[in-house]
């Protein structure tokens, strides 16, 4: 059974559709993440999941229960992240863990959850003495101290360092593993490629696409990059002409194709016809990001 499931839903503010007929399920124990450009309706789609906003039209369920009627029951099984700006500055990590974990009938032991992730030794830190990945890790000890079984996790590594950020995504990985369901609402192709075993693709309120990174990837017109420097002149005409050629670029005598997989053969083969070596060829796989640029229309709209 899915832990979380949308269907059909949709919001309206002052007559504008911004979440417009979204459905997707997330499955326990996955890492379910939600891409989409500025104002695509995701973090108001998420926020239909926490109950804090009640839908139009169309129905959510946490573990069967309705997030608005059965709140309380869903507030147990849903650890979301806090807001930098909701902590006190002065509170200690050992305060923030107490007074949140107050909020539920079966706390998770904080001081277990602070050396888990990394704040053993923190606890009687303030807040403002925290650096940013510190802060990220009192976040997530937050969302996990109901003992939610599912934690939903809302751009949390923007401003992290790379570092920081790769720590993160270990954190994320381990919550996953103790058995949580992590819904991650993300701007970092790369986050989700690497973490996401699914992700919804949001864009002007509807799910343009859904399916594992891989799925999305291979759904992209441009799935692959031949480049390569030509022993001589070129048509790019011919190339372009090739089947599965998506498009040709030419920098610096430098030729890439973009296409499907069967452009790689179609290209070798019309160089070998014209006896024109390939030199420095290079054959890349197309990324999630390909995929996004490919699936969404990435104007703005807030
Ligand atoms: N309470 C509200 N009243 C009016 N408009 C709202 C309200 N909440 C959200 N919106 C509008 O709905 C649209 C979608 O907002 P939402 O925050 O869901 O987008 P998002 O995909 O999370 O964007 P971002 O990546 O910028 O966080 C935006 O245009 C926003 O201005």
Request: net charge negative; aromatic share 4%; hydrophobic share 40%.
């Amino acid at each position: 059974m899915p832990i979380v499931e949308v269907n059909n839903l949709h919001k309206s503010y002052g007559g504008r559709a911004v979440v417009d007929g979204v459905s997707f399920e997330i499955h326990e124990g996955e890492i379910f993440g939600i891409l989409g450009p500025n104002g695509a309706g995701k973090t108001t789609s998420v926020e239909h999941i926490s109950g804090l906003r009640k839908p139009d039209e169309g129905t959510v369920r946490v573990a069967g229960l309705d997030p608005v009627r059965d709140h309380r029951a869903v507030t147990e099984l849903l650890g979301t992240q806090l807001q930098q700006s909701e902590l006190q500055p002065k509170l200690t990590v050992r305060e923030a863990l107490r007074l949140y974990a107050a909020f539920y009938a079966r706390p998770a032991d904080g001081d277990v959850l602070a050396e888990r992730l990394g704040l053993g030794r923190m606890l009687d830190t303030r807040f403002t003495k925290l650096s940013g990945g510190q802060k990220q890790r009192l976040f997530i000890a937050l969302a996990l101290i109901g003992s939610p079984r599912v934690v939903v996790l809302d751009e949390l590594t923007t401003g992290l360092d790379p570092r920081g950020r790769r720590d993160t995504w270990e954190l994320i990985e381990e919550v996953r593993d103790s058995g949580v369901t992590v819904l991650l609402v993300t701007h970092f192709m790369e986050e989700a490629q690497r973490l996401c075993d699914r992700v919804a693709i949001f864009d002007s309120g509807r799910i343009r696409a859904l399916g594992t990174p891989a799925q999305l990837i291979g759904q992209s017109s441009a799935a692959i990059v031949v480049s390569f420097h030509p022993s001589g002149p070129l048509d790019p005409a011919l190339l372009e002409a090739q089947p599965g050629v998506v498009s040709v670029h030419t920098a610096r005598e430098r030729v890439a194709v973009e296409g499907s997989e069967e452009s790689i053969h179609a290209v070798l083969g019309l160089l070998a016809r014209l006896g024109v070596t390939a030199e420095r060829l290079r054959i890349a796989e197309a990324t999630l990001d390909d995929a996004y640029l490919d699936l969404t229309d990435t104007r703005s709209t807030s």
